[in-house]
């Protein structure tokens, strides 16, 4: 994910919603320019419409955005929580790790057929992880090319189950067809938002 649409979802996260226009003029960008961008955000299901109004006596009413969230009233968070400590109390600790892996195996819903050119599979993988709201992107790198995670959608239960990190790097693994490794884990972005970074191992 651009940096572009990075500052996008920054300032969402500073105001629950935002115009085209209102966000063009926050970001000292075009109106048509915040509308690509959010176009995209919208596609990935990163971000919603939630409506509109109508801005002066003509004209289509302007959409409003904001970022995408599951209803709030719902016990999720407890429900993996419990589910987690039940798979922890029932399968031994040697087998845990394949059990992990076989959860990112169904939570990634790989493509059955890798393609062999490493940029699109790695784009492939982005375009995967922003419909699971990883809100991801990737950079190259003097190594390897790195994957970074702007948000994590287990954050609620993270603390109780750090392993999901590693479920995380199960996910990626599968969804690259190539081992990966943790570099960094919720550091400081440029924005200030945490963030992962995986590096892609060759």
């Known amino acids: 994910m651009e940096n572009t649409r990075l500052r996008i979802l920054a300032y969402f996260q500073s105001r629950e919603a935002a115009s085209a226009l209102e966000i063009s003029r926050a970001l000292h960008m075009t109106a ?10 919208l596609a990935e299901g990163v971000i919603q419409a939630i409506g509109a109004r109508k801005d002066g ?4 009413p302007t959409n409003i955005y904001a ?3 599951p209803l709030s009233r719902h016990n999720l968070a407890d429900l993996a929580h419990a589910l ?3 798979l922890e109390e029932n399968i031994p600790a040697e087998q ?3 059990a992990l892996k076989e959860l990112a195996v169904k939570l990634a819903a790989a493509p059955p057929q890798l393609s062999r050119n490493p ?5 492939a993988a982005v375009k995967r992880l922003n419909e699971m709201h990883y809100q991801a992107r990737w950079e190259a790198h003097a190594q390897a090319p790195r994957l970074i995670f702007q948000h994590c959608p287990y954050a609620a239960i993270l603390p109780r189950h750090p392993e999901l990190c590693q479920v ?3 996910i990626l693994e599968n ?4 081992p990966v490794s943790l570099v960094d884990r919720l550091v400081p972005s440029e924005l200030g938002l945490p963030q992962c970074i995986f590096r892609m191992n060759r």
């Open 32 to 41: 048509a320019n915040a509308r690509h961008h959010l176009a995209i955000l």
């Open 57 to 60: 006596r003509s004209g289509r």
């Open 67 to 69: 970022l995408s969230k």
């Open 84 to 86: 987690m400590v039940t």
């Open 96 to 98: 845990t790790p394949q």
């Open 119 to 123: 940029t699109q599979r790695i784009s």
């Open 168 to 170: 995380d790097a199960f």
């Open 175 to 178: 969804l690259l067809g190539a």
